[in-house]
Every structure is written in structure tokens, then in C-alpha cells.
């Protein structure tokens, strides 16, 4: 099936730096990728939703200068969180849509971010 | 847009038992309802879907209802185990846009 690798699973970074997290699409062409935020025990919240070879479309209230979304090919997209803060620490999940009946219903293994 | 309500927020079930958990959707152009498993720290993994022309699915002790008319679809989950203790996600897809999540069910199996 579909496999979709996310790294880095864990990082720490301090306030003030930016970090960039990878998703990609091992077995397929991921035509559209979806960036999630997780808070502890909330649920998924999605964050934008990113096409290849064009600017990603954010949700309400997500700041799109603080959440650079990078889709420049067809099997990476990726999402680096710019001058951090801790209220940015979360974990962060992508998931891919492609072409063949690929569907975006599988996710990466998820990114813990934690802003000291 | 799509809004997916989930209960209850919390289950705890002696081994064995059976657990249910419900979601409700709003927009009836949702055609896909998949149901995710999340360990702690860990990505969801999808257990069980249901399209929206089937009114029951079932995959050994795991089972899905659909009521469309009523808008609203059950996860079931018979002779439960410590291991099934997890948080369950519900999600409904509108046509071809993102899975809208439910808030989750933190099911908690007792031993």
C-alpha cells in the first residue's frame, strides 16, 4: 500500500530558530498533501493543504508566514515552522493524495515539535 | 462546511465488553467515513471505513454502521482488549476535500 515517510519523528529546537519538516511519498505521487497540527489529547486540525508546483491553500487562522509550505515535487512536501515559540510545540502529521486511486487517507509517522 | 460530532469523549470497558462509539455528520455530500486507531505519540491508523452506499461493514471484531438518512455512523467493537485501548478518530470526507475529524474517543479497555 501507499507509504508516506514524515521526518524528522522528534525535535527540539529553541526559540526564535526554524525547523523544517519533511513528508514524503515513497510508492506514489502525492498530488496533494495535507499538513496537520495535533495538540495533546485534541484531535487533527488541518493546518493547509498543498498541490504540486503550486502555493498551498492554509486554513482560517493558520499564519501562513509562520508556516512555510513547500510542495516542489511530486513525492516531497514540506513544512517548516519559522522563528518558533513554544506555543508552536505540537505534533505535526502530513498526509498524501495521489494519482491511481491513492488516497489521502494515509498519514506520516508524525513530527513531535518541542520549543524550549 | 462538514462538522463531525464524537461520543462520548471518554469509554472505559471491562475486557471482554463490547464498546460503541457514535459520530454524527453535517453535510450530506459526504461520501467516505473512515475510522482511525492513535496510540499515543503515534500516527492514526485507519481500522475501518464505510462508503456511503454500504449500510454495515465488519472485519472480525471490528464493525461499522452507516445511517445516511440520519446522518450518523457507529464504530463497534465486540470482546475488547487491553490493546484496544487507544483514541479513536471518526472522520467523514465531502467530496473531494480533506478528512474532517471528529474530536475522538479516549477508549480505555480494563483488565
Known amino acids: 500500500g501507499a507509504v508516506v515517510s514524515q521526518h524528522p519523528s522528534r525535535v527540539i529546537c529553541k526559540s526564535g530558530t526554524s525547523v523544517k519538516i519533511e513528508c514524503r511519498s515513497l510508492d506514489f505521487q502525492a498530488t496533494t498533501m495535507f499538513w496537520y497540527r495535533q495538540f495533546p489529547k485534541k484531535s487533527l486540525m488541518l493546518m493547509a493543504t498543498?498541490?504540486?508546483?503550486?502555493?498551498?491553500?492554509?486554513e482560517q487562522g493558520v499564519e501562513k508566514d509562520k508556516f512555510l509550505i513547500n510542495h516542489a515535487s511530486l513525492t516531497l512536501s514540506t513544512l517548516t515552522v519559522t522563528s518558533a515559540h513554544p506555543e508552536d510545540s505540537s505534533f505535526y502529521i502530513c498526509s498524501a493524495e495521489g494519482t491511481g486511486g491513492i488516497n489521502g487517507y494515509t498519514f506520516g509517522s508524525g513530527t513531535r515539535l518541542t520549543v524550549v | 462546511g462538514e462538522n463531525v460530532e464524537q461520543h462520548p469523549s471518554t469509554l472505559s470497558v471491562q475486557e471482554g465488553d463490547s464498546a460503541v462509539i457514535k459520530c454524527t455528520y453535517s453535510d450530506s455530500a459526504s461520501n467516505y467515513f473512515p475510522w482511525y486507531k492513535q496510540e499515543l505519540g503515534k500516527r492514526p491508523q485507519l481500522i475501518i471505513d464505510?462508503?456511503?452506499?454500504?449500510g454495515e461493514k465488519k472485519d472480525q471484531r471490528i464493525a461499522v454502521t452507516l445511517n445516511k438518512t440520519a446522518k450518523h455512523f457507529s464504530l463497534h467493537i465486540t470482546e475488547t482488549q487491553p490493546e484496544d485501548s487507544a483514541v479513536y478518530f471518526c472522520a467523514a470526507i465531502p467530496g473531494n476535500t480533506p478528512l474532517v475529524f471528529g474530536k475522538g474517543t479516549r477508549l480505555s479497555v480494563i483488565a
Open positions: 498543498s498541490n504540486e508546483g503550486s502555493k498551498a491553500t492554509y
Open positions: 464505510i462508503r456511503s452506499n454500504v
